[in-house]
């Protein structure tokens, strides 16, 4: 038996279970409509399905998020959107060259966003978009414009420090774009649409393409036979 002198020590609270999953809620609710929307796509995801997955009921999620549609918009904001900002200061703070800046550009946006499941939201935008023109004008506005105005400025700075060739920004914008379209799509449809035979090893893939935009966008000093025409006019 303990002493008269024995100290019974109190066990070490924990935080109440209920309180702790409480504060969680929002992101497990995130991630599991994350999870079930690059499944199944927007339409046939249901909300009770997102709550189940996350552990809680329909009413609970409806507390967090006014309806479907906003749950998705949180989700882009959550996983693509919500990054503009860091990666605008990144653009800012870039102090190598442009065509450093691009590769680095590439290989990062597939390191965090063409790897990961979010990925999947491209393809189902582009699969979806027409039957729900509300969630369309929302991406549009928050992924499609800022990503665009970030490739432009990218673009527009290696002009500017004569580093790339005057391009239609246009469609030197696209250009870019491409290959990030292309491997989302090839990530998130089985193979179906691709030669399963000749493996595409996305890095190498991002890496042939950019330096086939950079040899396309690389000033050339005119050729001498341009030069002896233009004197004999």
Not at 14 to 31: N, Y
Not at 73 to 95: C, M, Q
Not at 111 to 131: F, V
Not at 159 to 185: C, N, T
Request: hydrophobic share 40%.
């Amino acid at each position: 038996m303990p002493s008269s002198q024995s100290v019974v020590k109190p066990r070490p609270t924990t935080p109440v279970r209920h309180e702790r999953s409480k504060d969680a809620r929002p992101g497990e609710l995130l991630a599991a409509a994350l999870d079930l929307f690059v499944e199944k796509g927007f339409a046939a995801t249901r909300a009770e399905e997102v709550a189940a997955r996350a552990g809680v009921s329909k009413g609970t999620l409806f507390l967090y998020f006014a309806s479907k549609e906003e749950l998705f918009k949180a989700v882009v904001r959550e996983n693509i959107s919500g990054h503009f900002p860091l990666w605008n200061a990144e653009f800012e703070a870039f102090d190598g060259s442009t065509p450093d800046m691009l590769r680095y550009a590439m290989t990062l946006w597939w390191q965090q966003q063409g790897s990961s499941k979010s990925s999947g939201i491209a393809k189902l935008m582009l699969s979806e978009a027409g039957n729900f023109p509300e969630l369309a004008t929302f991406f549009q506005q928050e992924v499609i414009e800022p990503g665009h105005e970030l490739i432009r400025r990218i673009l527009q700075r290696g002009v500017d420090r004569g580093e790339f060739a005057p391009v239609d920004m246009k469609y030197g914008v696209y250009a870019v774009l491409a290959p990030m379209i292309f491997l989302q799509l090839m990530r998130h449809s089985q193979s179906c649409c691709f030669n399963a035979s000749v493996p595409v090893v996305p890095e190498e893939f991002l890496a042939a393409h950019v330096q086939t935009i950079l040899d396309g966008l690389r000033l050339r000093p005119p050729s001498p036979a341009c030069d002896k025409g233009s004197h004999a006019l």
